[in-house]
């Protein structure tokens, strides 16, 4: 049988840098100790009890925040993911932990195929490499949140935010004028050598989105990330329906 360091360089690579039985599965991560150092950050914000709650773990990858809520006390945790790869790393990592995840290979957008909401929804890195993020975040409150959302994304743009009006005349372009205004820059080609990132939000846009989905912002405990909860959508926003996409 393949010791620990095998089963680990044969999953290669990996984007988490997890600790397992005291190897890192990614020590020359580019970003440094990705996401732990991301981790310390914000990780006074999520319960420390999470006893008797169920999580979801969207885009889990190698499944470090999975891992973490199931030592929290989770009574369950689901980590979904697109990639086959790393979802085979969250099970080998979730081994070497002592813990037990249900992992599956699905999308964002076939969250309704689950069939239920889940007390804490984990929603990180993953809004800006969706070519429908708008979509996304609508199927989880009508599908997947529960109660609360950990939520982030990479941003670019002004960190400062536009107090908005309620409504503007058609001829008024003066706030499309502004830095502050939200905006979701989209990326035709390529961003950081990467062709699935795709709609990158300043500031201002990704708390509009949060919000406009029917999220209420409770916490910004770091630059990116946002503690919501499940709150009410406005009232001219429609229910999205399910999608299924290709693919198993």
């Known amino acids: 049988m393949k010791d620990l360091t095998e089963r680990i360089r044969d999953l290669g ?5 997890l600790r397992l039985d005291g190897i ?3 020590p020359d991560h580019p970003l440094g100790d990705y996401p732990n150092f991301k981790w310390e950050g914000f990780r ?7 006893t008797g709650l169920s999580v979801l773990d969207i885009g889990c990858n190698a499944g470090f925040y999975s891992i973490e809520m199931a030592r929290r006390g989770a009574a369950r945790v689901v980590g979904i993911d697109s990639d086959p790869r790393y979802l085979a790393q969250a099970a080998l990592a979730a081994e070497a932990s002592g813990v037990t995840l249900d992992l599956r290979q699905m999308s964002v957008y076939d969250v309704a195929a689950l069939g239920e909401r889940f007390d804490f929804v984990i929603f990180m890195g993953v809004l800006y ?10 199927l989880l409150w009508e599908h997947a949140v529960g ?4 939520f982030q994304s990479m941003q670019r743009g002004s960190g400062d935010v536009a107090e908005a009006a309620g409504d503007y005349a058609f001829e008024d372009e003066s706030p499309f ?10 990326i035709e080609h390529r961003y950081a050598q990467d062709p699935t990132n795709w709609f990158v939000p300043n500031r201002a846009a990704a708390e509009a989105m949060l919000r406009s989905a029917g999220f209420e912002i409770e916490a910004h ?3 990116e990330v946002y503690l919501c909860r499940r709150g009410s959508r406005p009232e001219a926003v ?3 329906p399910p999608i299924r996409t290709a693919g198993p």
């Open 13 to 17: 690579p990996w984007f988490h840098n």
């Open 24 to 26: 890192e599965t990614a």
């Open 177 to 186: 004028a502004r830095d502050d205004w939200p905006r979701l820059h989209f």
């Open 221 to 223: 405990p770091e630059p």
């Open 147 to 150: 109660d609360r959302l950990l």
């Open 44 to 50: 006074h914000a999520v319960p420390q009890d999470l």
């Open 238 to 240: 429609e229910p999205p």
């Open 129 to 138: 490499h969706l070519r429908h993020p708008l979509l996304a975040l609508d």
